[in-house]
């Protein structure tokens, strides 16, 4: 059963604490995404990565950081330089980059759920 | 610059009515759209995506969208309404041309359908 996972589906964070939220997918994809979610502000892109060992910053990408050491796997790390991390976190991917598969839809996860207490 | 604008916050609709989701779009190149459905605490999920040809695409449960040129729009609509369809829908686009190939998608639109 292919798709992407999204670990842990709800995540507490205490203030000035690092949290990683794991982002896994067995598409073989080479495209993968982490979007923001905040009620009434749709998607926002925090960063995305084209193919493993690469990655660039998306519009939102202060407080966040994110690894691609492997092509299934893109974690996503919120800082506690986050000020404001409380949000519904999506990973998505998709297939090749290049100019001529742009006509591919993305895949979603799931979701993580973070909240600061 | 690609933009997406979803101009209702919400729409309302009873069962068994017709259903429309506006969507508009601005892109440099030949404009590649998308739709997407998100249930409450869920991911998104994939319906349809126009990239070339007829103008008119069928998508998943019994969804379909229109593609106008001119009016630079890419509405969502289906005949008859389920209450199940009640959801958060979103529109993207990515320029097929050229430029970045990351989407731009709208705020959303949330759809309630009422028995």
């Known amino acids: 059963d292919g798709g992407i996972t999204q670990s842990p589906k709800y995540l507490f964070r205490k203030e000035g604490q690092n949290v990683t939220l794991s982002c896994e997918q067995n598409?073989?994809?080479?495209?993968m995404y982490w979007y923001r979610q905040d009620p009434g502000q749709g998607l926002r892109l925090i960063y995305y990565?084209?193919?493993?060992?690469?990655?660039q910053k998306g519009d939102i990408a202060e407080g966040y950081s994110v690894s691609r050491e492997k092509k299934e796997s893109f974690p996503l790390t919120v800082t506690s330089a986050q000020k404001n991390p409380t949000a519904f976190y999506l990973c998505?991917?998709?297939?090749?980059?290049?100019?001529?598969?742009?006509?591919?839809?993305?895949?979603f996860g799931p979701g993580t759920r973070l909240t600061v207490l | 610059a690609q933009s997406v604008a979803q101009p209702e916050d919400q729409v309302n609709v009873a069962e068994g009515n017709p259903l429309t989701v506006k969507c508009t779009y601005s892109?440099?190149?030949?404009?590649?759209l998308f739709w997407y459905v998100q249930y409450p605490n869920r991911g998104l999920q994939f319906l349809l995506k126009?990239?070339?040809?007829?103008?008119l695409v069928k998508g998943s449960y019994g969804f379909e969208a229109e593609f106008n040129k001119s009016q630079t729009s890419f509405h969502l609509k289906k005949p008859s309404a389920l209450v199940s369809d009640s959801a958060l829908y979103f529109c993207?686009?990515?320029?097929?041309?050229?430029?970045?190939?990351?989407?731009?998608f709208g705020r959303g639109t949330s759809l309630i359908v009422h028995p």
């Open positions: 998505a991917s998709s297939p090749q980059t290049q100019s001529g598969d742009r006509y591919n839809e993305q895949f």
């Open positions: 598409l073989n994809h080479d495209a």
């Open positions: 990565s084209q193919i493993v060992n690469d990655f």
């Open positions: 892109v440099s190149g030949n404009p590649y």
């Open positions: 126009y990239i070339t040809g007829d103008n």
């Open positions: 993207a686009v990515r320029d097929g041309t050229g430029g970045s190939y990351i989407p731009t």
